[in-house]
């Protein structure tokens, strides 16, 4: 689905000071048989918010510990990709 690697990967980017573009995941369609389609996607910072579009973040990036696993909040952000597809679902 979305694997915990690139979700550490761009949870990182995306808390970088001079990051200019969010690296997420963008939802494609509503749920047909309890499925949806969505792809790795990139926006740019000033472009509209858009539900079908999530980035994942660090909590606090500026408090990581040595031990800090960098795919902490990956199952997290699965369910935050659920609830916005089926959100998405109940809207169309």
Known sequence: MYPPDAFASDA???????????SGV???????????????????????????FLAPHRDNPTKMTPDHEPRDG????????????????LQT
């Open 26 to 52: 963008r939802i494609l369609s509503a749920p047909a048989a309890g499925d949806f389609a969505f792809e790795r996607a990139t926006q740019q910072i000033g472009e509209a918010v858009s539900a079908a």
């Open 74 to 89: 990956h199952e997290a952000f699965l369910a935050d990709i659920v609830t916005a597809g089926a959100t998405l679902w």
């Open 12 to 22: 990182a980017q995306n808390g970088r000071v001079s990051n200019t573009m969010l």
